[in-house]
């Protein structure tokens, strides 16, 4: 397993009030993400384990793309990768945050 970590500031926290949500299912060849409400306003942190060697630069841009469009600020998302392509990750990612406004 490849383990893979990303910091980012973000302008402003996500709007919501929900604690965690949890999108898409491991097993099925996808993955898995989980978003937690546990840090400061303006931070954010991304944890992914993946199966797939070799393409943390690729996971960077997802994640660095995801934070610049959704603004994910106070959220832990930790990401358990079953083999998932980009888009199906940007997805994913999207569908979190909009569990977490809710």
Same mark, same amino acid.
């Given at each position: &397993?490849?383990?893979?970590?990303?910091?980012?500031?973000?302008?402003?926290?996500?709007?919501? *009030?929900? *604690?965690?949500?949890?999108?898409? +299912? !491991?097993?099925?060849?996808?993955?898995? !993400? %989980?978003?937690?409400? /546990?840090? @400061? @306003?303006?931070?954010?942190? +991304?944890?992914?384990?993946?199966?797939?060697?070799?393409?943390? =630069? $690729?996971?960077?841009? /997802? !994640? *660095? =793309?995801? !934070? *610049?469009?959704?603004?994910?600020?106070?959220?832990?998302?930790?990401?358990? =990768?079953?083999?998932?392509?980009? =888009?199906? /990750?940007? %997805?994913?990612?999207?569908?979190?945050?909009?569990? &977490?406004? $809710?």
């Amino acid at each position: &397993m490849e383990k893979l970590s990303f910091q980012h500031t973000t302008r402003k926290s996500l709007p919501g *009030a929900r *604690a965690q949500a949890i999108t898409g +299912v !491991v097993a099925s060849g996808n993955l898995e !993400v %989980l978003l937690e409400r /546990v840090l @400061p @306003p303006t931070a954010c942190t +991304v944890e992914i384990e993946t199966s797939i060697h070799g393409f943390g =630069d $690729v996971w960077e841009a /997802v !994640v *660095a =793309d995801f !934070v *610049a469009r959704a603004q994910p600020g106070g959220l832990r998302i930790t990401i358990n =990768d079953g083999g998932a392509r980009p =888009d199906t /990750v940007s %997805l994913r990612l999207l569908q979190g945050a909009r569990l &977490m406004e $809710v």
